[in-house]
């Protein structure tokens, strides 16, 4: 039997308890794949009994338990107690079973006990007390995993994947941050993670121009020159298949989109305004490049709603089912080689 | 009493001309408006210019028509025109101007003496104010703050001042088009709109102050919105506009929201001036493939535009 998804508890102040019980409870209209949640079960069922959830949440002793259990209950692979919560009001104290959740998500998918991990939400702010200085999960994966080179964060929904070679900084600060060592990277290990975890085998990556109209030759704007077609080019050396750099405004609709497999874009909102104004429910935030799937939900921990009982599990389920179809690829394509 | 419409038809060798001739041929436009066609009869059936006015807009020589490739005497031709239907503006003949697709390049070539259209047309009009270009899909309006500069170059260029104009224009564009309190949505420029100043601070101290300075100023503007949801907010109907930081800001999400229905409205100039959102299209030209629809709705919003300026 297949193991189950790990999935961690995220901030409790936030969604994240929420939507994990959303995406249980309705898992047969929503084809929600098995999941573990890592958390504390007493208050995942206080939570359902609050919001009003038909949904009993059980310990399991071992993740091998996980596929039986979850027809009945949502199995939680306990990570300890954790002092009292009040929804909305992310403490300190709670910062240590946030980071205990994930270390142990960590130790599971590494060991095979865990098919991939699945993240819901954290506000790193409330984890630095903890000795968590990490700017996100992504940075403190790669750490935990010794990554020699930094992973590279998809978003994903079913009509489109981008890649931004510049994450969460400032304007500005992306900008002097773009090199093109940053987006042959970027290209690399999405043209990889594509062959191996999407099924792609010829991956066509487009990448996006900076400037207005992609510069217009060099009239508003040098990257695309200096920096994004060098990159390119070497990308194609390396045998990829590269188109680009397209002016942003036209490289996201329908027809463009039938064009490549991923586009990779230079700056946050360039990747991000496409991927929710296509498809705002279920964008999905993948980790490549890290020596298991790792995928979650796109969005915070939307305290200002936590607790109510109006949280959309959407993007959640979105990220399990992705993840269990990343992890499946994988799985199989390592028996296709024994075969 | 029925608006008064200049209609231009467009750069000679695009699918102006086309479109043109479908639109004014279209049923029930000559009970909509007095409409007064600049162009060459060469261009438009007689099922196009029946019933409308027409003024052969001159010097449309033999030499000028390449269909699918801009031509300088074709360029020179489309100032020309451009010229003639401001003047009528101008004069009081008409009450607002629609023109087809027009070709930069071709404008150029023919001695543009103004970077584009819109400075053009401020000349002619004797506009001295700011001038904008808003993209408009169905009821949703959208300015940019900075245009066709480096993107490098926008955080130096968004000053408080520039955006408070930016909003004041789309406001004052807005009523005229009939909407009494126009709900503008102000963009931030840095993801999730600076994050309390740790992912840039220009909206703290720059885009955050100019929406102060606006609802001062008695109009509802809202913001710094993030940029990647402030669209999904418009288009469920939150906001009546969005002014944009930068070029692509906007561009992306309306080229993803509704191309095909886009209208371009120059404003911040003294009468209504719309034209489709598209260019061009050289490269279906005569084939009648070009869709009817953005040209039509930006006749549709100027006529609005005219009705609703001559009630006021």
Excluded at chain 1, 251 to 259: E, P
Excluded at chain 2, 81 to 86: I, K, Q, V
């Amino acid at each position: 039997m297949r193991a189950p998804l790990a999935l961690t508890m995220g901030d409790p102040a936030g969604i994240g308890g929420e939507i994990a019980l959303k995406a249980w409870s309705e898992r047969a209209a929503r084809g929600t794949p098995c999941f573990l949640l890592l958390d504390d079960p007493d208050r995942v069922t206080a939570l359902a009994h609050r919001i009003g959830i038909a949904a009993e949440a059980r310990a399991i002793a071992a993740p091998g338990e996980a596929a039986d259990a979850f027809a009945y209950v949502l199995p939680v692979l306990p990570i300890g107690m954790l002092p009292a919560v009040v929804p909305g009001r992310p403490e300190a104290r709670h910062a240590r079973a946030v980071i205990a959740a994930i270390d142990r998500g960590i130790d599971l998918v590494l060991a095979g006990a865990a098919a991939a991990l699945v993240t819901n939400p954290i506000h790193k702010h409330n984890l630095h007390e903890a000795g968590f200085t990490h700017p996100g999960h992504t940075e403190y994966l790669a750490e935990r995993t010794g990554l020699a080179t930094a992973p590279v964060m998809m978003l994903a929904c079913p009509e489109l994947r981008v890649v931004p070679v510049t994450i969460h900084v400032g304007l500005a600060e992306a900008l002097s941050a773009l090199t093109s060592a940053a987006i042959v990277h970027c290209g690399r290990v999405t043209g990889a993670a594509l062959r191996r975890d999407f099924g792609v085998a010829e991956p066509r990556l487009a990448v996006a121009a900076l400037n207005p109209h992609a510069g217009e030759q060099g009239l508003m704007g040098c990257e695309e020159i200096e920096l994004i077609a060098p990159a390119i080019a070497a990308l194609r050396r390396e045998g990829w298949s590269v188109s680009g750099p397209h002016p942003a405004d036209t490289l996201f609709h329908t027809a463009a989109r039938r064009a490549y497999d991923a586009a990779i874009c230079m700056y946050h909102d360039q990747a991000l305004i496409p991927l929710k104004t296509i498809d705002f429910e279920r964008g999905v935030n993948v980790t490549l490049g890290l020596p298991f799937v790792r995928t979650s939900p796109d969005h915070g921990t939307a305290y200002d709603i936590a607790g109510s009982g109006r949280a959309n599990p959407a993007s959640l389920v979105a990220a399990l089912k992705l993840a269990a179809e990343m992890a499946a690829r994988r799985a199989g394509g390592a028996s296709g080689e024994r075969g | 009493m029925k608006p008064r419409l200049a209609f231009f038809v467009g750069d000679p060798n695009g699918v102006g001309p086309e479109l043109s001739a479908r639109l004014l041929a279209s049923p029930g436009l000559r009970d909509r408006a007095e409409v007064t066609v600049f162009g060459d009869e060469r261009l438009l059936p007689e099922t196009a210019r029946a019933g409308h006015a027409f003024e052969t807009v001159p010097g449309l020589e033999q030499g000028a028509l390449t269909p699918g490739k801009a031509n300088a005497l074709a360029g020179e031709w489309v100032i020309q025109g451009l010229t003639r239907a401001a003047r009528a503006a101008h004069q009081g003949r008409a009450d607002a101007i629609v023109f087809a697709p027009l070709n930069k390049q071709a404008m150029k070539l023919g001695g543009l003496a103004f970077p584009d259209e819109q400075h053009l047309f401020a000349d002619l009009l004797e506009a001295r104010g700011y001038t904008v270009e808003f993209n408009v899909i169905d009821r949703l309006w959208t300015s940019r703050v900075t245009s066709h500069i480096p993107l490098k170059d926008v955080a130096g260029a968004i000053t408080t001042g520039g955006i408070v104009d930016a909003v004041r224009v789309i406001h004052e564009s807005l009523r005229r088009r009939g909407v009494a309190a126009p709900r503008i949505a102000v963009v931030a420029l840095n993801p999730h709109a600076g994050e309390g100043g740790t992912m840039g601070r220009e909206e703290i101290e720059v885009i955050g102050p100019a929406v102060e300075r606006a609802k001062v100023e008695g109009m509802d503007a809202r913001g710094p919105f993030p940029a990647d949801t402030v669209f999904i907010a418009a288009k469920r109907g939150d906001f009546d506009a969005v002014v944009t930081m930068y070029h692509d800001q906007g561009q992306i999400a309306m080229k993803l929201m509704g191309f095909d229905r886009g209208v371009t409205v120059l404003g911040g100039l003294p009468v209504p001036i719309c034209t489709c959102a598209h260019g061009t299209a050289y490269e279906i030209v005569g084939r009648n493939a070009a869709n009817p629809v953005p040209l039509s709705n930006a006749l549709d919003l100027a006529l609005r535009m005219a009705a609703a300026k001559s009630v006021q």
